[in-house]
Structures are given as C-alpha cells and as structure tokens.
C-alpha cells in the first residue's frame, strides 16, 4: 500500500496565532490557561487540516511553545542545576526560564538548527545529568488528537542526535550518557505504546552528517537496545543524503526508514536495494524547505522506479523534513502577483501534492491536477521576467581585483585610527534599535496609503532622531541610526531589489516567538536605486561621531530567502553581492566612514558534510569580498555573524577581511572567541556582552566581566564592545538600561587599562 505521510506541520499558526499568545502571556495580560487553550487550538486546526488534504500518517510532538529541542530536554528531565533552583511555580514557567532566562539566571545558549534559520536550545549536558522520563507532553498531544479521531504518530528527537547536539558542560565523554538516556527512551516508548501509538517517528538528522566510529557505535547500541519495544519505529533522517551512513541507517533495527530525496536525489536506488525487505520505506520527495511547486510528472517517474524496486506494501511518501521551515498557506496571498504564486507552493499546498503523488502511484493519477502542474512549471521556465540581460552581464564583469582591498588590514588599521580617532574598547550596537508598536503602526498605515509619504518619513526622522539623541547622551561611541525604516533585515532590502517578491502571510518560525517573512528570489537580482543613503547620511547629520551604515551581506540575503532553484545559488549570491558593493560605495561618497555588512548566515549555509565546504566557502567569501572591496583603506569595514560555532571555518572567517568582526558570545561567556584566539585572528574582534535574545538586563559588572575574560585573549586595539545582535526585537525598557550599562562597563575597564 502506497501511504501518505507527513513528518511535521508548522507551529505558529495562520495569522501567527501563537506568536500573540506567547507575547500576550509574557507580558502578564493572559492567563498560562489562555496561551494552553490558543496552543491546543492550533495543534486541533493542524491536524484537522492535515487529515482533509489526505494524509494518513499525520504527526503529533511536533508542536511546541518554544523550541523541540527544549522540549526534549524537559521529557528526558534533563534540566540545568541553576534552573532546578529556582524554585519555579509552575512547569510553564521553568520551561520559559531555560527558553529565555530570568532575572538572575541566564537562558540556555541557542544555536541554528543545523543549515536552517531556525534557532533550537543547546541542551546542557554533564557527567552528573540523570535523565527521567516526563512523557506528559508526548502523551497528551497523541490523547489530543485522538480524542477528535486522529491516532498519530508521535515524534522524537532521537537519543544519538539529542547527545550530539547538546554540549558538555564538563570534560567527560557524553557517550557514558548513552545507556541511561537510552533506557529514559525506552520507557517514553513503552508509555506511548501503551496509549495507542502504533508508529514513533525517531529523528535521527545527525544521520546524515560525518559521523566518528563512537557515534557509529553508539546508532547501533542505541537501537539494539530500543528493538523490543511494543511500538514500531520510523528512523528518520533529513537535510541530505545518508551517503557513508546508509548501510548503516539499513541495518538498525528499525521498522522503518526515512530519507530526505531532495538533497539526496542520488540515493533513491540505493536505498531501494539496501533496506532489508520487510521494512517501511518513506521517501521524502517534496521539499520541505522551499516553496516552489514539485515537478509531480517527473516526480511520479522516479515513484515508479521505487515502487517496482520495493513493492507497494511498505512504501511512505512525505516532505523531506518537517514543513516547519515553509509556510503554512499559500490560499492567503491574495495580494501576491499571480503568475508568481501559481509557481509556488506552501505546507498546505505540499500535503496536497504529497496526496496528488500517492494517488497517481495508486493507479488513481488526476490529470487535471498534473497537467495544471506542468503548464504552471512550463511558464515559469519560460517567463521573461526571471533572466536580465543587464544582471547577467554584470556577472561577467567581474574581475579577482573586484574583490581585493587595496591595502593589508595593519595598514588599513592605521589609516581608520587616524581617520576615526575613537578610544580603546569603543562601543556600538549591532544596528537595530526596537521596532515599537507605534513605528509598526505607522508603517502598517503608510502602506495602506492612510498616511503620506511626507507624514511617515517625517515621523521616521523624528524616531532616528530621538535614538541619535539618546546615543550620543549616553555616550556611545559609535552611533547607529536604529533602522526604523526597515521591517526586516533582508526583507527590506529585497524589496529594493530587482528579482524578489514578496508575501504577506509567509511567516516562518526562526525561534520561539520570532517569526521571519522571507523574500523570494525569483529572477535576476539587480539594485534600481540607493537603499539606505538618506536614512545614513540623515543620521550622520546629527553628529559629529562616525555613524555606522548598516546592509546585509549577500550570503544572508541568500540565505535567508526562499532562493531560486533553477541556477546554482553561488550565481544568485553574486548578484546579491553585486547590487550591494553599488550600495557600500554610495555610502562611502555620501561620508559614511563605517559599514557593517551583516553575514549572520555564513555559517548556517555551511554544507553538513566536509566534502562540500570548500566549494561553498570559496563563493560565500568571495561574495562577501565582492560587496566590500571597492572602498578606500580609511572606509571600515564590520561585520556580524551571529549563534555559530566557527573553529572550522575560521580560515574562511579571516578570508572575508573586514576589519571588525562582531559576534555572539555572551551565552557561551566567550567561549566562541577560543576559535579567534586560537586561530589568532589579526583583524578586530566584538564579542558580545550583552544576550539580546532574553528579557533580561544585564548589569555593569557582569558585562565588564566578560570584557575582562575577553582582554585575557584579546589585545585592548584589538577588542570593541557590542550586544550579540539588533535589538529590534527588544523594548526601550530594556534596551536603554541595558547599553547604558555596557558603555559604563567599556568606560570601567577602559580606566583599568589606563591606569595599569
């Protein structure tokens, strides 16, 4: 039988619906009862949802109030000893504290979701850690829906992945950890069996990553030892091929297989021949991270081959991975251009084409429905509005001077002292001030066309205003504008861009209740016109400090985008890169002497296999290169990435050039500057002192004591002073307490300095 599948739906609902609730009930306006009521409405809705488009194998756990990553930490019982003593009320509120920190207790670190923007909490792990299974969640989901008729099957993260995606807090072997974890599992299963659950779909995406012997060991001991439980198990891997781990994905004793076809089209046959016969095979043949439409003929094609080689008995069709990471409805764009949309398709329109599939391998094909597919793939391949003769001759311009700066940085170094002339220790932010309501209202109603232009810009003149004022009262040595013009940091600029659209219900969740909109990059990208000049030189104007221009950098524009998929994303980055050299250059001649070029995403686009990075670096830094290198030796040049871990790409890191580099670091105490350290990086180095992504203000002294542990590595001219990110996100209550705290901080040490 030909089954259709699905491995995971989107949390936040339709309109975001869990986005307000959780906001609503951490401000104190609604009860725990109100956001668990919002919470149980949208997980009913998903799976209704799921059920009416006709899928068969619907999942349950794979909603969450923050993080999957969290919540299993809270299943597995394995919480932190600064969290236990607090003394939490509620469940709620501990799970919130991990999530975000309190007062006196910082959050857990946060890092990306293997190549995704999705953000997970890093579980922290010891050789103390004794797990205890908590299966409250798991099991109330599955009871959840089966009350409306739907028995699920309950997703885990499973056992191998959850140790090597946690991070030891001592020195020991986190593999010692893997009996007792292993029998925590068992007991989640065996309560999950016991209520009904017939299938458990395992999460093992390390699977498809370079694995050592011991974690190749530890697969096998750990699914030798979950064999005998009463539910069959759905091993399932995601974001690539298995490639040398496929013999050993087909030899665990699982019931069942999951593989991702879209990064891995190769291994289709492969697998086919390898899994022992008897076993379920699932093929993740459309794809769970973008939002174009599948090619359903040529997909139904390589179907038919599977089928032939495996049978019908045993054959699951679903999205590569969870539909997390697209949106949910594509029905709601009503706005977007239809030739655009009829190209597309969202987490909705993916189970419809996951059914369209099993149908058509079923004998059942809907030609209507296949024919309205190939003419829509038809015109898209053929529609003049994705090739530019201008962009692509542009590209062929290119030359290695293009990327080159004119002078080595210890030259460059000297010249921006001189020109700069700021103190040791200088601070600055990393660009964004917050978003309030009254600037989203505003802007909500300027593109309703209730406001004029002239009314909302003056309003955003009076906001850059009031920041600069409080920037330059406060002391801060490089001021920033605060980007009040812009409603994202990519989105803004992709709709100054030739070759983006645009959504207006395309959220994708990137951690708890952020949620990001991508653009999607559709054609040619070409810059029409200057994009940030008048907001950088109007901020320039109202001081005599160097005010600091901000972009976003190619590779996270690329990144964080749905990206085209017709040519190499390398070529589209090139482009990227091109229009924002235009826009480094207007900057420089309009007297900005400051320019971070933000690339967040450099890491996060880092191919999950080692065989991969050479390729990918090379473009990535010589996009990088491409957008900065056209200034003179006295233009700075910053940068900022932010949660990654970058011992293994430091070289790479150091490659780009720019001559300060901000990072993450707070969450970590510094530890993320090991990699600089080591490395030792020549350029200047911003390690964040300030977590940006809690509630919580930090004082004077604990930021003046990671500015200590950072001079301990660091030289003094080497070293500025930052939050780990924009603080758009983030509420002036919090905000002004917490910089005017970290320049005190920079002031405190910088007078240690002086006097020693």
Same mark, same amino acid.
């Given at each position: 039988?030909?089954?259709?599948?699905?491995?995971?739906?989107?949390?936040?609902?339709?309109?975001?619906?869990?986005?307000?609730?959780?906001?609503?009930?951490?401000?104190?306006?609604?009860?725990?009862?109100?956001?668990?009521?919002?919470?149980?409405?949208?997980?009913?809705?998903?799976?209704?949802?799921?059920?009416?488009?006709?899928?068969?194998?619907?999942?349950?756990?794979?909603?969450?109030?923050?993080?999957?990553?969290?919540?299993?930490?809270?299943?597995?019982?394995?919480?932190?000893?600064?969290?236990?003593?607090?003394?939490?009320?509620?469940?709620?509120?501990?799970?919130?504290?991990?999530?975000?920190?309190?007062?006196?207790?910082?959050?857990?670190?946060?890092?990306?979701?293997?190549?995704?923007?999705?953000?997970?909490?890093?579980?922290?792990?010891?050789?103390?850690?004794?797990?205890?299974?908590?299966?409250?969640?798991?099991?109330?989901?599955?009871?959840?829906?089966?009350?409306?008729?739907?028995?699920?099957?309950?997703?885990?993260?499973?056992?191998?992945?959850?140790?090597?995606?946690?991070?030891?807090?001592?020195?020991?072997?986190?593999?010692?950890?893997?009996?007792?974890?292993?029998?925590?599992?068992?007991?989640?299963?065996?309560?999950?069996?016991?209520?009904?659950?017939?299938?458990?779909?395992?999460?093992?995406?390390?699977?498809?990553?370079?694995?050592?012997?011991?974690?190749?060991?530890?697969?096998?001991?750990?699914?030798?030892?979950?064999?005998?439980?009463?539910?069959?198990?759905?091993?399932?891997?995601?974001?690539?091929?298995?490639?040398?781990?496929?013999?050993?994905?087909?030899?665990?004793?699982?019931?069942?297989?999951?593989? %991702?076809?879209? !990064?891995? +089209?190769?291994?289709?046959? $492969?697998?086919?021949?390898?899994?022992? @016969?008897?076993?379920? &095979?699932? #093929?993740?043949?459309?794809?769970?991270?973008?939002?174009?439409?599948?090619?359903?003929?040529?997909?139904?094609?390589?179907?038919?081959?599977?089928?032939?080689?495996?049978?019908?008995?045993?054959?699951?069709?679903?999205?590569?991975?969870?539909?997390?990471?697209?949106?949910?409805?594509?029905?709601?764009?009503?706005?977007?251009?239809?030739?655009?949309?009829?190209?597309?398709?969202?987490?909705?329109?993916?189970?419809?084409?996951?059914?369209?599939?099993?149908?058509?391998?079923?004998?059942?094909?809907?030609?209507?429905?296949?024919?309205?597919?190939?003419?829509?793939?038809?015109?898209?391949?053929?529609?003049?509005?994705?090739?530019?003769?201008?962009?692509?001759?542009?590209?062929?311009?290119?030359?290695? %001077?293009?990327? !080159?700066? +004119?002078?080595?940085?210890? $030259?460059?170094?000297?010249?921006?002292? @001189?020109?700069?002339? &700021?103190? #040791?220790?200088?601070?600055?932010?990393?660009?964004?001030?917050?978003?309030?309501?009254?600037?989203?209202?505003?802007?909500?109603?300027?593109?309703?066309?209730?406001?004029?232009?002239?009314?909302?810009?003056?309003?955003?003149?009076?906001?850059?205003?009031?920041?600069?004022?409080?920037?330059?009262?406060?002391?801060?040595?490089?001021?920033?504008?605060?980007?009040?013009?812009?409603?994202?940091?990519?989105?803004?600029?992709?709709?100054?861009?030739?070759?983006?659209?645009?959504?207006?219900?395309?959220?994708?969740?990137?951690?708890?209740?952020?949620?990001?909109?991508?653009?999607?990059?559709?054609?040619?990208?070409?810059?029409?016109?200057?994009?940030?000049?008048?907001?950088?030189?109007?901020?320039?104007?109202?001081?005599?400090?160097?005010?600091?221009?901000?972009?976003?950098?190619?590779?996270?524009?690329?990144?964080?985008?749905?990206?085209?998929?017709?040519?190499?994303?390398?070529?589209?980055?090139?482009?990227?890169?091109?229009?924002?050299?235009?826009?480094?250059?207007?900057?420089?001649?309009?007297?900005?002497?400051?320019?971070?070029?933000?690339?967040?995403?450099?890491?996060?686009?880092?191919?999950?296999?080692?065989?991969?990075?050479?390729?990918?670096?090379?473009?990535?830094?010589?996009?990088?290169?491409?957008?900065?290198?056209?200034?003179?030796?006295?233009?700075?040049?910053?940068?900022?990435?932010?949660?990654?871990?970058?011992?293994?790409?430091?070289?790479?890191?150091?490659?780009?050039?720019?001559?300060?580099?901000?990072?993450?670091?707070?969450?970590?105490?510094?530890?993320?500057?090991?990699?600089?350290?080591?490395?030792?990086?020549?350029?200047?180095?911003?390690?964040?002192?300030?977590?940006?992504?809690?509630?919580?203000?930090?004082?004077?002294?604990?930021?003046?004591?990671?500015?200590?542990?950072?001079?301990?590595?660091?030289?003094?001219?080497?070293?500025?002073?930052?939050?780990?990110?924009?603080?758009?996100?983030?509420?002036?209550?919090?905000?002004?307490?917490?910089?005017?705290?970290?320049?005190?901080?920079?002031?405190?040490?910088?007078?240690?300095?002086?006097?020693?």
């Amino acid at each position: 039988m030909i089954t259709p599948a699905n491995l995971g739906f989107p949390r936040i609902g339709k309109k975001r619906e869990l986005k307000r609730a959780l906001e609503s009930f951490w401000k104190g306006d609604t009860s725990e009862n109100a956001l668990q009521k919002t919470a149980a409405q949208i997980r009913q809705t998903h799976w209704q949802t799921q059920k009416n488009a006709g899928i068969e194998i619907i999942p349950s756990n794979d909603f969450s109030l923050y993080d999957h990553m969290l919540d299993t930490s809270i299943m597995l019982g394995a919480i932190p000893n600064r969290f236990r003593q607090q003394g939490e009320d509620s469940p709620l509120a501990l799970y919130f504290q991990m999530a975000r920190g309190g007062e006196k207790t910082k959050a857990m670190e946060m890092t990306k979701w293997f190549d995704t923007n999705y953000h997970y909490l890093v579980p922290e792990l010891s050789k103390a850690t004794r797990f205890q299974a908590n299966p409250a969640k798991t099991l109330g989901e599955f009871h959840e829906a089966k009350k409306l008729g739907i028995t699920t099957r309950p997703v885990l993260i499973g056992p191998v992945s959850y140790l090597l995606l946690a991070k030891m807090q001592d020195e020991s072997n986190r593999w010692t950890l893997l009996p007792s974890l292993v029998k925590t599992y068992g007991e989640i299963i065996t309560n999950l069996a016991e209520a009904g659950a017939s299938w458990i779909q395992m999460d093992e995406p390390c699977l498809v990553l370079d694995l050592d012997a011991q974690a190749q060991r530890a697969y096998q001991e750990a699914y030798d030892s979950l064999q005998p439980s009463k539910a069959s198990l759905m091993l399932t891997s995601y974001f690539g091929a298995l490639d040398d781990n496929l013999a050993l994905a087909c030899s665990l004793p699982a019931a069942g297989l999951h593989v %991702d076809l879209t !990064r891995g +089209k190769d291994q289709m046959e $492969e697998v086919c021949r390898s899994l022992p @016969k008897g076993r379920a &095979l699932s #093929l993740g043949v459309i794809d769970g991270r973008n939002i174009w439409k599948s090619d359903l003929e040529k997909t139904l094609s390589s179907l038919t081959q599977a089928r032939d080689l495996r049978g019908e008995d045993s054959l699951l069709l679903a999205p590569s991975c969870s539909l997390l990471h697209v949106p949910v409805d594509l029905s709601q764009e009503t706005a977007l251009d239809a030739e655009l949309a009829s190209w597309m398709a969202f987490a909705e329109q993916k189970l419809q084409e996951i059914r369209l599939l099993a149908d058509g391998l079923r004998g059942r094909k809907d030609e209507k429905a296949f024919a309205e597919n190939k003419e829509a793939l038809r015109k898209r391949r053929a529609s003049p509005r994705i090739h530019h003769q201008e962009a692509r001759a542009r590209l062929q311009a290119v030359t290695p %001077d293009m990327m !080159r700066r +004119k002078s080595p940085f210890k $030259e460059r170094q000297a010249l921006q002292a @001189k020109s700069l002339n &700021l103190p #040791l220790l200088p601070t600055t932010t990393i660009g964004s001030y917050p978003q309030t309501k009254e600037i989203r209202q505003a802007r909500a109603a300027w593109k309703r066309g209730e406001m004029e232009r002239e009314d909302y810009e003056r309003f955003l003149e009076n906001e850059t205003k009031e920041a600069m004022r409080w920037q330059e009262r406060i002391g801060l040595d490089v001021p920033v504008h605060g980007e009040f013009e812009r409603n994202d940091m990519v989105e803004y600029f992709g709709e100054k861009l030739d070759g983006f659209a645009f959504t207006k219900q395309g959220w994708v969740q990137s951690y708890g209740s952020r949620c990001v909109k991508p653009p999607v990059i559709y054609g040619d990208v070409r810059r029409l016109e200057p994009m940030t000049v008048r907001w950088s030189r109007f901020a320039q104007a109202q001081t005599e400090k160097p005010v600091k221009g901000m972009l976003t950098g190619p590779v996270t524009i690329l990144q964080w985008s749905f990206a085209r998929d017709d040519q190499p994303e390398s070529e589209t980055c090139r482009q990227i890169a091109l229009a924002m050299r235009d826009e480094v250059l207007d900057l420089e001649a309009a007297g900005i002497r400051i320019i971070q070029i933000d690339e967040a995403a450099l890491r996060e686009g880092l191919p999950l296999r080692r065989s991969a990075w050479r390729d990918y670096l090379d473009w990535a830094v010589e996009a990088f290169r491409l957008s900065a290198c056209g200034v003179r030796d006295e233009t700075q040049i910053h940068t900022h990435m932010c949660y990654s871990e970058f011992n293994d790409i430091i070289p790479s890191v150091a490659a780009m050039d720019a001559d300060v580099i901000s990072i993450e670091s707070s969450r970590s105490k510094m530890e993320l500057l090991e990699a600089f350290v080591d490395f030792r990086y020549p350029n200047e180095i911003g390690p964040g002192v300030y977590d940006i992504h809690s509630p919580r203000v930090p004082s004077c002294g604990e930021m003046a004591g990671l500015l200590g542990l950072a001079l301990r590595v660091l030289r003094p001219d080497q070293l500025w002073v930052n939050p780990d990110c924009g603080l758009k996100t983030r509420g002036w209550a919090e905000v002004k307490p917490a910089i005017e705290a970290m320049v005190m901080a920079a002031r405190t040490v910088r007078g240690g300095l002086a006097g020693s």
